[in-house]
């Protein structure tokens, strides 16, 4: 397993903003064919947030986020970020960065079977 190392959490008020930032280690990251985040909280299924394939041309998002949030990746730097703008009690959760090898690549994007890779996920918590 190639680690993924999430960073950037932490506790913001409400309309605040967080940068997440995930980055690999060990392993070359424009390797990946798609990097993205989800998130879960306790008695939930993972969330699908962002994803963005490797060229950087294909970004999608989750309905709830659409508009508030923004993903990037830096291949040279082999990290991925994700840009949180106007924050929501509702998107207090954590944060799991994702990544799909070339040769697992299915274009499931939005699904956590579409990923092969896992980070061990960031606490964001929104306060109201």
């Known amino acids: 397993q190639v680690p993924l190392v999430e960073s950037g959490g932490g506790l913001v008020q409400a309309g605040g903003s967080l940068r997440l930032s995930c980055i690999a280690s060990g392993h070359s990251f424009d390797s990946y064919a798609l990097v993205g985040w989800f998130r879960q909280t306790p008695g939930k299924q993972r969330e699908f947030v962002a994803a963005i394939n490797w060229s950087g041309d294909g970004r999608w998002y989750g309905d709830s986020v659409k508009g508030r949030f923004t993903i990037h990746r830096d291949n040279a730097k082999n990290t991925q970020f994700l840009q949180m703008n106007s924050l929501k009690p509702e998107d207090t959760a954590i944060y799991y960065c994702?990544?799909?090898?070339?040769?697992?690549?299915?274009?499931?994007?939005?699904?956590?079977?579409?990923?092969?890779?896992w980070g061990q996920g960031t606490q964001v918590t929104v306060s109201s």
């Open positions: 994702a990544a799909c090898s070339e040769s697992f690549y299915s274009g499931l994007h939005d699904y956590p079977l579409g990923y092969d890779h």
